[in-house]
Every structure is written in C-alpha cells, then in structure tokens.
C-alpha cells in the first residue's frame, strides 16, 4: 500500500511542503491541495498532481524560500520547463536549475512587466557555442509564452541556455557565460586586426567559434594538440599577419583562463584566421 505524505508547511492553495518515508522532505502540486491543510496532516498519494524532489539540503532550503514568492502558475510552469529539458538532455541536470533558472524566469517577467528590457551582448556567441541548449531554451520560451501570453526577447533566450549549459556541464551560469564574453572580445580582436566585419550567422563565424571553445577547453585540461610537421613555420613564413594575430589571440586567452596553451593551437589558429581574412578579399581557401 503506498505510504501518505505528511504536510509540513501550506505555502498556497496548490502549492505545499510534505515529508515522506520514502523520499524525504518535497514539494507537492495539486489543484486545491493545500487548501485547509495543516502541519501533520496526511496526503494521498492520489491526490498529488507533481511531486518535487530535492536531494540536495542546500538547494532544497534555498528553492523553499524561493516558492512564496512566485505564483501557483510559474511554479507549476517550471516544474513542467526543467521536466522537459531533462528529457531533452537525456542526461542529469544539476539540481541547482532548479533554484537559478526559476529565480531568473521570475526576475526576467518581472523587467518585462515593467517595460524594461533585456539586453544579451553575448547572445551571437552563446548561440554558436551551445546550439543544443539554445535550441532548447527556445523551446521554453515557446512554453512561456503559450502558457503565461508573454514573449521572451531572443537575448532571453541566451541566457536560459547558459543555465541549460550550466546544469549540464555542472559549471556556473558566471563560467558558462565567461567563454561567451571572451570568445566576443577574441572575435572583436580579430575584426580590428584583420580590418573585417565577421558575419555572425555564416558558417565562417560558427567554425571559428567552436574552434576557440575546443582550444579554450583544451587549455583548461592542459591536452596537447598533434602538430604536422614544420607546419608552424611554413604558416609564420606564409601567413605572418594571421600567425602573429593567433598568437595574440593565445596570449588573451591565456590570461583570461590563466592556464598555458599548446603550441601547436597557434597552428590551426591561424588557419581559420586565413580563412577569414581570404574571405574578405574574395579568395577561396
């Protein structure tokens, strides 16, 4: 027979505080379900719609004291938000989404509401960078918008995928957007050096990015990169504005990350920076 779940705290009509022998201290959704509920009273297990768990102590405290200051409605919504993005995963999210991406939805409608708007200067970089997540994150604001009538700006959209990224990666949001913020200053370097405009949506800009994020991961674990053979100094002789602007490019990262690069990433550096630089006088590489 399964066992009831004990009323802690009535936080709303639909919205309660339980404890349970099997899964410990949750939030309960149900409509009219804290309605009249006090402490030590019991809940069926039938009669709850969602049940929430947290098995983190740290989390679980800080999304308790979260909850009252949302509505039956989002607090239902997000549940449903960090459900989907889970199956859309397919892999465990780190239990902090539960907390950062609630309270930044919360804060985000809260702007909206008042007519301020939400700017993402990094929004070109973070849709290269993560395109699952980003994907994902506009599905949610889809969700929001169907549900709640309101219509999350695409630099909103950024920012929810730096949280998806987060709880994947089980980096901060602060991290997850740090490769976002440098890879716009290493983008802005080149298109000063190089005298271009570097189109954000082509294909040249998306290769490019990706190829600072593997070189940036790279740096971070220390991984060596395999170097052909005297290719470094045919580059150097070759393509010397683009080799001597790779270097550059590791010399800004490296103090960023504050870890040393391979040698060799210089190399592969200064061929998409060739690439780019062909691009804008209307060779092919």
């Avoid at 290769?207 to 593997?214: E, G, N, S």
């Avoid at 170097?227 to 010399?251: D, M, Q």
Wanted: proline share 4%.
């Amino acid at each position: 027979m399964a066992q009831p779940f004990r009323v802690e705290k009535a936080l709303n009509n639909n919205v309660l505080i339980a404890s349970h022998p099997a899964y410990g201290e949750v939030v309960l959704i149900g409509k009219g379900i804290g309605f009249g509920k006090k402490r030590g009273d019991e809940i069926a297990e039938s009669a709850v719609e969602k049940c929430f768990v947290l098995k983190n102590e740290r989390e679980q405290e800080q999304y308790k004291k979260l909850l009252p200051e949302l509505s039956e409605e989002l607090i239902a919504l997000m549940n449903e938000v960090i459900q989907h993005i889970t199956r859309r995963v397919d892999a465990p999210l780190d239990e902090h989404i539960h907390v950062a991406l609630t309270d930044h939805i919360a804060f985000t409608l809260k702007r909206l509401e008042q007519g301020l708007d939400v700017k993402n200067p990094f929004l070109a970089e973070t849709k290269s960078l993560y395109p699952l997540e980003y994907e994902i994150a506009g599905e949610v604001a889809g969700m929001i918008e169907r549900r709640l009538g309101v219509v999350l700006p695409e630099g909103e959209t950024g920012f929810i995928a730096l949280h998806i990224h987060s709880a994947i990666s089980k980096q901060t949001v602060s991290e997850a957007n740090q490769y976002s913020q440098l890879i716009a200053k290493l983008v802005e370097i080149v298109e000063q050096q190089l005298g271009v405009e570097i189109d954000r949506e082509s294909i040249h800009y998306l290769r490019f990015v990706r190829h600072l994020r593997y070189a940036i991961e790279r740096m971070k674990k220390g991984e060596k990169v395999e170097e052909p053979k005297n290719l470094s100094k045919i580059l150097k002789e070759a393509y010397p504005l683009c080799y001597n602007l790779a270097w550059k490019l590791i010399k800004v990262m490296q103090q960023t990350i504050r870890q040393p690069a391979d040698d060799a990433e210089a190399v592969y550096l200064t061929l998409h920076l060739q690439r780019l630089a062909e691009k804008k006088s209307g060779t092919t590489a």
